[in-house]
């Protein structure tokens, strides 16, 4: 069990915390979301973003956020 282990890789995610006006002050790649602040998950990380609004494509939407990662069951 532990070997297996070694060689799973948790899959990092990309988040961006936004200020009160919605713009980006931080970016960072972690195995999990953040629990404090407000922070979106983000396709990537761009230095060109922080300081302003994220760009619309950026933003991960709310339903793949979810279900990234996971197999999805298919019934016959």
């Not at 995610?13 to 983000?42: F, I, R, S």
């Not at 619309?56 to 999805?72: C, K, L």
Request: glycine share 6%; charged share 15%.
């Amino acid at each position: 069990m532990f070997a297996l282990r070694l060689f799973q890789s948790r899959q990092r995610k990309c988040y961006a915390q936004l200020d009160q006006q919605g713009h980006c002050v931080a970016l960072w790649e972690m195995h999990q979301p953040p629990t404090e602040g407000n922070w979106v998950c983000v396709i990537e990380l761009n230095s060109r973003w922080i300081g302003s609004a994220l760009p619309s494509h950026a933003v991960v939407p709310n339903q793949q956020r979810a279900s990234a990662g996971r197999w999805r069951l298919q019934h016959a």
